[in-house]
């Protein structure tokens, strides 16, 4: 049995940590087995540093009550892109139009102020990919690898108790509580009228 997606997850908490030492307002991220659970973001940003640190930046609106994005988390505004500054990253030009400030990327600086986190990560996240494409003929990864990909890859739209809202896959979601860091309250799916 691998140990590569708790060590991966505990990596990202390691990280996340990091982030806090210079942001100590930043919340402590509750559940990192979304960020691996999902093939990217909704920014399409595979896992990576600067893809936590993006998530780092969303957090920090959260936690100051700061409306950061529009257009159902889509559109990252200029309140994004301050507090993106803040943080390290920073955004090459205009705002994309359906997007915002959404790209923006690390500062050399803050690739060097992070240095040995991010190779920790990418470390964690090589062996996590490895042992993803390992020899199948040997594991067995549940259920879930007997579906089509269609029926793996579905979000749903999860609501806290302030109103933020969350497309995760459902099974990552039916794994633990995952807690808004904003409101304290839970993350549901919200049920739709038939």
């Known amino acids: ?10 990596q990202l908490v390691q990280a996340w940590a ?3 030492r ?5 919340p402590n991220l509750v559940a990192p087995e979304s960020l691996i659970g999902e093939a990217s973001s909704a920014c399409g940003r ?11 930046v969303h957090g920090l609106p959260a936690a100051r009550r700061v409306r950061d ?11 994004f892109l301050a507090i993106a500054e803040e943080l390290g990253l920073q955004h090459p030009g205009e705002p994309h139009l359906s997007s915002g400030f959404s790209s923006a ?9 992070y240095r040995p986190t991010i190779e920790r990560l990418q470390a964690a996240l090589a062996s996590h990919s490895a042992a993803m ?3 199948t003929a040997r594991t067995f990864r549940g259920p879930a690898a007997r579906r089509s990909p269609s029926t793996t890859g579905a979000r749903v739209k999860a609501i806290c108790g ?3 809202n969350v497309r995760i896959v459902s099974s990552v979601l039916a794994r633990a509580p995952i807690v808004c860091g904003g409101c304290g309250k839970v993350f549901r799916v919200q049920e739709t009228a038939s």
């Open 1 to 10: 049995m691998s140990t590569t997606p708790p060590l991966l997850a505990a």
């Open 18 to 20: 990091d982030i806090q």
């Open 22 to 26: 210079h942001h100590p307002e930043l």
């Open 46 to 56: 595979e896992l990576s540093f600067e893809r936590l640190l993006h998530e780092a």
């Open 69 to 79: 994005t529009s257009r159902a988390g889509r559109y990252h505004n200029r309140r």
């Open 105 to 113: 990327e690390l500062t050399p600086a803050t690739q060097r102020r």
């Open 133 to 135: 494409t390992a020899d």
């Open 162 to 164: 302030c109103g933020r």
